[in-house]
């Protein structure tokens, strides 16, 4: 597993529950090291391991923790660059549902190892959506649940989100887009500010 992935996990911990359900996650685990490196790769099953004790550590189903870790790469304060990236799809939710397609193309351009699960959009209706995720691991599904939710919110959107599940690997995701201006989005500008 990319260390990309481990590390955000690891990220999500700390900034989401504090240092203390990191350090118990990495001891239940007894990790030989203090925090993941990005750049690195890492065996599939600690990155399993490390999320089997941040389930038992949060009290809170696999499903829940990744769709919080999804939630958390957008939203959380530390994370804005991906916030960014995400924003740059277009002007509203649907454009950057419409985004999602190329999701793994462009992400590759900025880490060329990072291996994300093949996402396909189909628009069935002015409102109805659904997502596919050809992935080699499950769980990337749940995770793009959270990212989901929390671009809507981002947006402004009002959503309706339904993890429909998974058959030969592929997972689905049900998307009603109730309103596309239900509520003020987050600000966003299309240059950063210097600070």
Wanted: hydrophobic share 45%.
């Amino acid at each position: 597993m990319h260390g990309l992935i481990n590390r955000s996990i690891q990220c999500f911990l700390r900034d989401t529950y504090g240092e203390a359900a990191w350090s118990d996650v990495a001891l239940a685990v007894d990790l030989p090291f203090a925090e993941f490196e990005a750049m690195l790769a890492y065996d599939d099953a600690l990155t399993w391991q490390v999320l089997d004790a941040a389930c038992l550590r949060l009290d809170k189903p696999l499903n829940m923790v990744l769709e919080d870790i999804g939630t958390y790469l957008v939203s959380h304060p530390n994370n804005e660059g991906l916030r960014r990236l995400l924003r740059f799809a277009g002007v509203c939710y649907e454009d950057f549902l419409h985004s999602l397609d190329d999701l793994p193309d462009r992400t590759r351009l900025a880490v060329s190892d990072l291996d994300l699960p093949v996402v396909e959009l189909r628009q069935h209706s002015a409102e109805r959506f659904s997502v596919t995720c050809h992935s080699r691991l499950p769980g990337f599904g749940h995770v793009l649940v959270g990212v989901l939710r929390a671009m809507a919110d981002d947006y402004g959107a009002l959503v309706l989100l339904d993890y429909a599940g998974m058959v030969q690997g592929i997972e689905k995701i049900e998307i009603s887009l109730v309103e596309t201006a239900f509520a003020e989005g987050r600000s966003f500008d299309l240059g950063a500010r210097a600070g």
